[in-house]
């Protein structure tokens, strides 16, 4: 009897040591680095809220987005509320914005500014790609339960830092609807 118990005993410590044994060892594997480190085209998708992020052109991460609060359609004219469709480039970076760090879209194209000259109105412009407001970024991923944006696609402060740190002014960004 006092045999099996130390049987039974030897067994539960040896399971216990694997166990523990394997514990620390996926505590120490490095986990894969799903941070962008040049990301050469994004596309957004307005009605899935979705902007994935590229490099050499194979899919390397996709976010959760807000936009502007009037999402539907082609962005027409300033103060519509509305996310541009179509192709554009990243055209600067700033860090230091009323949002926590910005990529600039390059709308208005030649193409908008005509149609809305066309209809006696501005394009508007100052389209971005950008996090939260300053000081606001503990919100995090509630600012998704509502389009909030006059027009830009917004992320969170720790997606758009990923984001910022990876793409270079002239990177290719697809809107779609």
Same mark, same amino acid.
Request: proline content about 3%; glycine content about 10%; charged content about 25%.
């Given at each position: ?45 307005k009605k899935n809220r979705i902007l994935e992020v590229y490099e050499k052109d194979i899919l390397f991460?996709t976010y959760k987005i807000a936009l502007g609060k009037q999402p539907l359609g082609h962005k027409h004219? *300033?103060?519509?509320?509305? /996310?541009?469709? %179509? !192709?554009?480039? @990243?055209?600067? $970076? ?13 709308y208005p194209n030649k193409r908008d500014v005509d149609y809305a000259k066309k209809k006696g109105k ?39 830092? *990923?984001?910022?740190?990876? /793409?270079?002014? %002239? !990177?290719?960004? @697809?809107?779609? $609807?």
């Open positions: 009897m006092i045999g099996d118990v130390y049987l039974i005993m030897k067994k539960i410590t040896f399971l216990i040591t694997i166990l523990l044994s394997l514990f620390i060892l996926y505590a120490f594997i490095p986990k894969e680095d799903k941070t962008p480190k040049n990301i050469t085209l994004i596309k957004v998708y991460k004219f *300033e103060g519509d509320n509305k /996310t541009p469709e %179509g !192709v554009y480039f @990243i055209d600067g $970076k700033n860090q230091y914005s009323a949002y926590h760090k910005n990529l600039g879209i390059s501005s394009a508007g412009g100052l389209i971005k790609i950008h996090g939260l407001p300053n000081g606001r970024g503990k919100i995090g991923k509630l600012h998704l339960l509502n389009d909030w944006t006059a027009g830009c696609i917004a992320l969170t402060d720790k997606e758009i830092d *990923e984001v910022y740190a990876a /793409t270079k002014v %002239g !990177v290719k960004i @697809i809107l779609y $609807k």
